[in-house]
């Protein structure tokens, strides 16, 4: 069996971040027993999902794969975003002891139990909200309204047959659990039609997307049956 790179990467990667997770959200701040038992427990469902993605969708009756997959992909985004705000976190502070070390700054005096747990507890409430803000504010971004970007590109020698001709580009769609095709297809309908509350009517880029239709069944009339 071959093996590629993110085929190793990537289940490598997650369980590592679960780990690190583990050990800044559960191990430094949470006391009970019971309490870091209960989040070692919630982090290995929600770990599930992404390396076993594959497995499932293929063991699963897709009405369960489905909401499974979402709340996989939604664990990864919130996971990702709070990971790195950590990561930040600490850089900060190997940093900030760094130029105490080349200042000569003398150092602290060790910081008691109570008062290493509050901080830390600090530091993991924060990185959660920069990171589920984050992570909220891309998921608003992605179901807003698309953002249409008008631009003429003068092309020299253009044949006079193209002259006018509008091309349209949608990029950034990850079409999926999300965003599924009936969302592709009222991207689509934005752009052809022009809809009012009393009438819809094609746009220039609708009718020229019609006449090229028309001229593609007058080509092949078997594509019109």
């Not at 290995?44 to 993605?53: D, F, I, M, Q, T």
């Amino acid at each position: 069996m071959r093996w590629s790179f993110f085929s190793v990467f990537i289940p490598l990667s997650t369980l590592l971040g679960h780990v690190y997770l583990y050990r800044r959200l559960v191990r430094d701040t949470v006391e009970s027993r019971w309490g870091r038992a209960l989040a070692v427990a919630v982090l290995v469902l929600l770990s599930v999902p992404l390396l076993l993605r594959r497995s499932l969708q293929d063991v699963l009756p897709e009405a369960l794969a489905a909401p499974v997959a979402a709340v996989g992909y939604a664990w990864m985004g919130l996971a990702l975003f709070v990971v790195l705000a950590l990561l930040g976190a600490d850089l900060g502070r190997v940093l900030w002891r760094a130029g105490q070390r080349v200042a000569r700054v003398p150092e602290a005096p060790p910081v008691d139990e109570a008062r290493r747990r509050l901080l830390s507890r600090a530091v993991a409430g924060g990185a959660v909200l920069v990171g589920g803000g984050t992570a909220g504010y891309g998921a608003w971004r992605a179901f807003t309204e698309p953002e249409v970007t008008e631009k003429v590109l003068r092309i020299p020698r253009l044949p006079k047959a193209l002259e006018g001709l509008s091309l349209v580009q949608l990029t950034d769609i990850h079409v999926g659990v999300y965003l599924q095709r009936h969302f592709l297809e009222e991207l689509v309908r934005r752009r052809v039609l022009d809809r009012t509350s009393r009438s819809v009517a094609l746009t220039r880029e609708g009718e020229a997307l019609l006449a090229y239709a028309r001229r593609i069944l007058a080509l092949n009339p078997e594509a019109g049956a």
